[in-house]
């Protein structure tokens, strides 16, 4: 009897372990399709893919994105993550390589993907957000036909009304982060004193080119929203607020780049005045200019 109880176990066993392992050939694999951004983006529609590899309940493997304009421009990713109940949880930890345009730079993302199949098709469904600030979320719908399907089946693509009928997605499952410039401390910044009202801001990446990204801010109004420092000059124009003592313009960094922290080189032009000015940031802290006029 002791024989028995011991076999029925090895059995269940087995077909516990077998059946996982199925499943993961099933989930394992090249995934193709559509990556969705809100707006803020440099693109609405992306291509997406994902080479996957499931062990038991862990996920890895590496991501790719590109233009769909342009696929010289794309960014390849390692991302690990976990796979229970038919649902994916993903994230992108590196960039292993890439090729930016100018002005913008790639997200790394996270996010959640449903599995579901219809006819010959498999699809995994989601949303996505991204770990830097500034970066818009959106959705990610990948395919691939069914390993098991006839060689001479056709693929039939799932429409976006039969997406939301077979797994509706909350239109903010993931939220992106908000931007409070409240919530940071602003340095002891740098005091300028001009002539005139009009004062001419030309804004650069100091030092290496990084990625570093940035908001401005001119008397708490958004002046500059999430701009990659390069180091080709932005001109700005602003007008100084005679009513306002010392007009303010804050740094707010979007971002670190790769070397830390955010900094930025900006040259201010006023009548019979020019100075650079080195502007240093972090999620912590932003950096100030105060600008005062003798008129």
Not at 77 to 91: L, V, W
Not at 178 to 198: H, S
């Amino acid at each position: 009897m002791k024989k028995i109880i011991i076999s029925y176990s090895v059995i269940w066993f087995t077909i516990l372990v077998l059946s996982t392992k199925i499943w993961a050939q099933n989930i394992s694999g090249n995934w193709t399709g559509t990556l969705k951004q809100k707006a803020g983006g440099t693109r609405t529609d992306y291509f997406f893919s994902m080479d996957l590899n499931v062990n038991g309940k862990n996920i890895e493997g590496t991501s790719y994105i590109n233009y769909l304009d342009k696929p010289e421009i794309y960014a390849l990713f390692k991302f690990s993550g976990t796979y229970e109940n038919n649902q994916i949880r993903f994230f992108e930890s590196s960039i292993l390589s890439q090729r930016e345009a100018q002005s913008m730079y790639w997200c790394t993302k996270y996010g959640v993907l449903l599995y579901t199949s219809k006819n010959n098709q498999e699809y995994l469904i989601g949303e996505w957000a991204a770990k830097e600030d500034g970066c818009s979320p959106g959705t990610l719908v990948l395919s691939r036909k069914k390993i098991s399907a006839p060689q001479n089946s056709e693929n039939e693509v799932i429409t976006e009304n039969e997406v939301k009928q077979e797994i509706e997605i909350p239109e903010k499952k993931i939220p992106p982060k908000q931007e409070n410039i409240q919530k940071r401390e602003v340095a002891k910044g740098t005091e300028v004193k001009i002539k005139g009202k009009t004062v001419t801001l030309k804004i650069f990446d100091h030092g290496k080119e990084d990625n570093d990204t940035i908001s401005l801010y001119f008397n708490d109004k958004l002046l500059l929203d999430r701009y990659r420092l390069s180091k080709n000059p932005l001109k700005i124009v602003v007008e100084i607020d005679p009513k306002i003592k010392k007009n303010k313009l804050v740094f707010f960094a979007k971002n670190l780049g790769i070397f830390p922290p955010n900094t930025a080189a900006v040259i201010i032009e006023a009548e019979g005045f020019s100075k650079k000015v080195i502007l240093r940031s972090d999620f912590n802290q932003s950096d100030v200019i105060y600008f005062e006029s003798d008129k």
